[in-house]
């Protein structure tokens, strides 16, 4: 009798950029126990590189242009119909540069989650590195929340920090917090995924 392969959710990466976090989930997805499977990239930025980076990783890659659409929800529409179409079960956030609508976050409750560079709940937003520097802050970090209404506001799921030395800029800061995104997030995932597949039981 063969054992049983463990049901892994799949699952959708959004980005807007190079996807450098979206290539650390891929990676790590490869192993047959990690419990997200990811199926699908989409980059609301047709030109994003990592949309290039998904398709030579053999994963599918769409681009759905923000800019092609009146209203951000209509965008979200869209995107939440070709999530439907790919029996898509749970999104990542990964660089994704659009703030989500209220309709677009109750559809995927708890089944949505982001990474967010900066040690939450400490600078929700934009330009955390440089908020960091400017208050004296020793520490800095990344954190995986769950997407709720609020921007940054879920609830943490893991964090890594990095400290900030004197010689820190904020290109400096962010290239050092991105190296720890790479480890933290796809921790995060999998503890994610593992809570969404034990609730299904």
């Not at 769409?62 to 092609?68: E, F, N, P, R, S």
């Not at 989650?113 to 400490?122: A, E, F, G, T, V």
Request: a negative charge; one cysteine or more; proline letters at 4%.
């Amino acid at each position: 009798m063969t054992p049983s392969v463990p049901r892994r959710l799949r699952t959708a990466v959004l980005i807007s950029g190079r996807g450098s976090n979206m290539m650390a989930l891929v990676n790590a997805a490869q192993q047959s126990d990690y419990p997200a499977d990811i199926r699908l990239v989409i980059s609301n930025k047709p030109e994003a590189e990592g949309l290039r980076r998904a398709d030579a990783a053999g994963v599918k890659a769409l681009a759905i242009d923000h800019k092609d659409f009146e209203t951000r929800e209509a965008f979200e529409r869209e995107l939440d119909a070709a999530l439907n179409d790919h029996n898509i079960e749970f999104v990542a956030c990964a660089g994704f540069m659009r703030v989500l609508t209220n309709w677009f976050v109750a559809r995927w409750d708890s089944r949505l989650i982001n990474i967010h560079p900066s040690l939450l709940p400490k600078y929700k937003g934009l330009h955390t590195h440089r908020r960091a520097l400017e208050a004296g802050d020793t520490v800095a970090g990344a954190s995986v929340h769950w997407v709720v209404s609020e921007v940054d506001g879920g609830s943490v799921i893991d964090h890594e920090t990095v400290n900030i030395t004197p010689q820190d800029t904020e290109d400096s800061l962010m290239e050092r917090v991105l190296a720890r995104e790479l480890i933290l997030y796809p921790r995060a995932l999998a503890t994610a995924a593992k809570d969404v597949l034990a609730r299904q039981l």
